[in-house]
């Protein structure tokens, strides 16, 4: 019984795609206390605001503070069904939670409302805290996840770039000390001194408070600003790059996953369903959008992931759903598309090229001759006006 109680909770407390009222319910009530907590700790600074609503800020803490530990006792309780099929002693799994990073967030979010019952904590320091339930929000949005990803895939290339950043730092410091001592003992009065003018001008901020006075200052000063501009450029350039591989990488695995489950591919091998999807291009179509035309060439097939479109076939239109796919007909036999396909519906598809169509269908004789069945027994249903529903991978001759 217990077990079976952990579960139901785990289940409702732990983001995956399952979705449910109640899991909605709980997603919903605990980013409305972050977000009702974040407000009321800004408001708390501002002095008249405070004094007027003191009490009600301290209401906004209590019930803040009430779900959010209500919420980490019961991750506590449920930590062994991360894993519910390894054999794993239930405190340990615990203790792992509890040292991960969202474990370490979660009690962050509490622990110093805690504290400061037993110790005073100064205000303003106990207000960074918690802020810090902020952060709790990574765990709902899958932007923040992507954002880390990155972060740990790229963290080599990163700490080489702000070492190189560093040395900069350093050198340049040196080399400004010696060119304006002189001439500004007091603004330039040791290395680190001049650091504080390094760091604004390699980050071309330039606050203006200390400058360089002499010729050659100017002209060093000048260089730094430069290199401080391609530096800056090499970690941008870092993470774009780490962004792009990250959302490749997501969206392969979702074309895998949706490529594995069409009839046609079904039955596949790993290697072989990877390499289509290696080949397949996202689209998403919006309502009333025309995907293909009649009498237009022939440039792709498509694969319906989700949404509905309509063929206008005679003698009745017929209608697309998730699982079939139409276009290939045109491909086959190197002519114009032979009926109009919309989207009824917001869809998203995959596009397979023409030129990739025909080498797929080169190296995989058994795909060639299933789409050629499935084509022929479209044309053959066209040519006797059989009006019935499609089957799961059947539509109108394209």
Known sequence: MTHRWRSQVHALLEVHDARSLAKTAVKV?????????????????????????????AAIELVVVGVLTIEYVL??????????????????ARLRYAASAFGVIDLVAILPFFLNLLLPINPDWLRVLRLCRLLKVARYVPALALFTAVIRNESRPLLGALLVMAVLLVLS???????????????????????????????????????????WGKVFGGLVMILGIAMFAVPAGILATGFAVEIRKRDFVVTWQTVAKLPLFAGLEAVRIAEIA?????????????VVRRGEPADAMFFIMSGELEADVQPTPRRLGPG?????????????????????????????????????????????????????????????????PPGPADGPPT
């Open 29 to 57: 009530l605990i980013i409305a206390v972050i977000a009702a907590s974040i407000p009321a700790v800004a408001l708390e600074t501002v002095e008249a605001v405070a004094g007027r609503y003191a009490a009600l800020f």
């Open 75 to 92: 991750r506590l309780w449920v930590a062994p069904e991360h894993d519910p099929g390894r054999a794993v002693d239930p405190w340990r």
């Open 173 to 215: 410091s040196g080399v400004m000390f010696l060119l304006e001592r002189e001439a500004q003992p007091e603004v330039f009065a040791s290395i680190p001194h001049t650091m504080w003018w390094a760091i604004v001008t390699v980050a071309t901020v330039g606050y203006g408070d200390i400058a360089p006075i002499t010729a």
């Open 278 to 290: 290696g080949l397949l291009r996202r689209e998403v179509i919006p309502p009333r959008y025309v």
């Open 324 to 388: 079939q796919y139409f276009g290939e007909i045109a491909l086959l036999h190197d002519t114009v598309r032979t009926a109009t396909v919309t989207a009824v519906t917001e869809c998203q598809l995959l596009a397979l090229d023409v030129a990739d169509f025909r080498r797929l269908l080169d190296a995989h004789s058994d795909l060639k001759a299933s789409i050629s069945r499935v084509a022929e027994r479209r044309l053959a249903t066209t040519a006797t006006t059989d009006t019935g």
